[in-house]
């Protein structure tokens, strides 16, 4: 799906592709020759949640500009674009985050599906809707509590009291974030005495915990070593059999890696959508060409 | 190099004068006020003893004390706490993650601001009218106690909000993404994240409520009292529970029983007001120093 016609740049071969990716550096050699080469995935999952001509307004300033995709449920969907682009502002809007400062407009719709809800209702009950949805922020940001009380403060919120259940869950949400090891004997301990990629993967444990719907991952990994980092996307993409990916990085390699459908967004538009496959090796902008092989952005 | 090193020695000469002036001015404040305390102990330390505390005012300055006074001093605290730090804490969590913020929410923020800076006997005729005659409390401890509420009420608000608004914006965020509603966020993180700010608000505040003495001198305190107020269980002359009697009491308090001691005649009565001042000062003190060591044991607990 392309969103601006913009004329379609010369398209190279196929088989170029992966040629293509390599030139940008390489993270981690090995996982770029397998795996960027994704099989595209099968052609109309269910859509989980479709944005539906929506924008965004901080108070006057205009964020995102009449923006339309899907997000397909049990795929990954990556939103790229430059600093500043809006992945952010798309992103919080799943949540309804902007409600919490005044002045902020949502226009437009993002519809929730099974329900047909729509997220950005005014009648709609953003606290039910959080409890379907959770976040993973672009910087870490835990409680100043123990390591354990993090994880199991959702859980609370989701009424879960008993004291077995919530050890299970939290050990659990714990060793799918790559972080069970590293804290098993101080779950007890402050969670700032954690390291900065520590404090992420606690983060993503505490929203693992909740079983969402929907997951949002705002660059979960950019604090992250490539151990941990590989740890994390293989954990995503074993997630998105039960939940519904969006993931916002910055990093092409992963992006390529691990999600089924790329979104492409440039000053608060979006450019182009479609098969990840497709997006990176056979772009129908010049903007997201030139992105997606690092030429600009 | 861009930079002469002429420039440098300039600002570092800079730098030294203003470390020289600040020291002269915190010296200089240091030592007028320990002059003061110096003069205060010198007239008065002598004179607090056993007798000095348990005795009521009398009209030999030898027998007197300052029994009714610190006994009322407490309470009125009391009640003040009672009633300020709650109705403060909770306007200033509403005020912050609550209310809308409109224009109302603005008057209101200014004006609140506008009552801190309010002079302290304009509540006591605000007090007298309303507490005293139109509630009808009397010159009681009640009214006293409310007085003073008013008068802290506007700090407690303006120190909950300060407080809050250190909470890094990510914290907050992250509870309402979990799913937390506004009440759950205050009370599980906003709350305890910002007490130690909190506290020290509502410290400093009794600290200067409990020399204020305009605004109960305005609604009638009384300056001779020879009784304690009803305790709240008494064995004599009948066994009697009454836990709130006392509030009815008409009270003094500890500056009040200095300023009368300072109008009168006679060196020994003046010994008696710099003891007097020296207990208030002592109490002023203890209380900040409680809150200093209340913040510091909390912020230890918490840090971002
Ligand atoms: N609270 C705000 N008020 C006004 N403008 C904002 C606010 N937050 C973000 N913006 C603007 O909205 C635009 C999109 O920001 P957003 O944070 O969504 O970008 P992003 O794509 O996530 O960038 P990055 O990759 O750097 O995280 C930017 O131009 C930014 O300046
Ligand atoms: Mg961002």
Redesign the pocket.
């Known amino acids: 799906m392309v969103t601006s016609a913009a004329p379609r740049h010369a398209a190279p071969p196929v088989h170029a592709g992966p040629a293509r990716m390599t030139a940008t550096p390489p993270p981690i050699p090995t996982l770029l020759d397998s795996d960027v080469v994704r099989p595209a995935p099968p052609a109309s999952r269910a859509i989980k949640a479709q944005v539906e001509n929506f924008s965004f307004f901080?108070?006057t300033?205009q964020?995102?500009a009449d923006v339309s995709l899907p997000f397909r449920e049990r795929a990954i969907t990556a939103?790229i674009?430059?600093?500043?682009?809006?992945?952010?502002?798309?992103?919080?809007c799943f949540n309804r985050m902007?409600d919490l400062?005044p002045g902020?407009r949502y226009v437009g719709r993002i519809l929730l599906h099974p329900d047909n809800l729509n997220i950005v209702a005014r009648e709609v009950d953003p606290i039910s809707l959080r409890m379907r949805i959770s976040m993973v922020f672009?910087k870490p940001n835990p409680f100043p509590k123990s390591i354990f009380e993090n994880v199991a403060y959702g859980l609370r919120l989701r009424g879960i009291r008993s004291r077995s259940e919530l050890e299970g869950r939290i050990q659990v949400a714990l060793e799918d974030a790559a972080l069970w090891g590293e804290v098993k004997d101080r779950l007890r301990k402050p969670a700032y005495d954690l390291s900065g990629g520590q404090q992420q993967r606690l983060c993503i444990a505490r929203a693992l915990a909740n079983e969402p719907e929907v997951l949002l991952l705002?660059?979960p990994t950019s604090a992250l070593d490539p151990i941990a980092t590989s740890r994390i996307e293989d954990l995503i993409v074993e997630l998105k059999e039960r939940v519904t990916i969006a993931i916002?990085t910055?990093n092409m390699q992963q992006a390529a890696r691990i999600s089924d459908y790329t979104a492409f967004?440039y000053?608060?538009k979006l450019i182009e959508y479609g098969a990840t496959a497709e997006v990176f090796q056979n772009p129908k902008c010049k903007e997201t060409e030139d992105y997606v092989t690092g030429r600009f952005g | 190099m861009i930079v002469t090193d002429r420039f440098i020695a300039r600002t570092r000469l800079q730098d030294r004068a203003f470390s020289v002036l600040g020291a002269t001015l915190t010296v200089g404040a240091m030592l007028f006020l320990g002059i003061l305390l110096f003069d205060l102990a010198r007239d008065g330390l002598s004179r607090i003893d056993w007798q000095f505390l348990t005795s009521f005012p009398s009209r030999r300055p030898g027998m007197a004390g300052v029994l009714s006074a610190w006994v009322g001093s407490l309470l009125i605290m009391l009640v003040t706490a009672v009633t300020a730090i709650p109705l403060g804490i909770a306007a200033g969590v509403y005020l912050e993650e609550y209310a809308r913020k409109n224009w109302f929410a603005t008057a209101i923020e200014i004006n609140i601001t506008n009552l801190a800076g309010v002079p302290s006997i304009i509540f006591g005729l605000m007090a007298l009218g309303l507490f005293v005659f139109r509630f009808n409390f009397g010159q009681s401890i009640l009214a006293g106690g409310l007085t003073l509420g008013c008068l802290i009420l506007p700090i407690v608000i303006v120190s909950t909000r300060e407080a809050l608004r250190t909470i890094p914006r990510g914290m907050r965020e992250a509870a309402y993404a979990l799913g937390a509603t506004r009440w759950q966020v205050a009370r599980h993180h906003l709350l305890p994240y910002s007490l130690p700010g909190i506290a020290t608000g509502v410290i400093i505040a009794i600290s200067r409520a409990i020399g204020e003495t305009a605004p109960l001198i305005t609604i009638g305190a009384l300056t001779f009292i020879a009784f304690l107020p009803p305790a709240p269980v008494t064995l004599d002359p009948e066994f009697a529970v009454q836990p709130l009697k006392w509030v009815w009491s008409p009270f003094t308090v500890l500056p009040i029983q200095m300023f009368n001691w300072v109008s009168r005649p006679g060196d020994d009565f003046l010994r008696n007001a710099a003891a007097t001042g020296i207990i208030l000062i002592g109490l002023t003190l203890t209380m900040n120093a409680v809150a200093v060591v209340l913040r510091y044991r909390m912020r230890r607990r918490i840090k971002w």
């Open positions: 901080y108070s300033v964020a995102l939103l674009g430059p600093s500043g682009c809006g992945k952010t502002t798309l992103l919080r902007h400062y902020n672009q705002d660059e916002v910055h967004m000053l608060g």
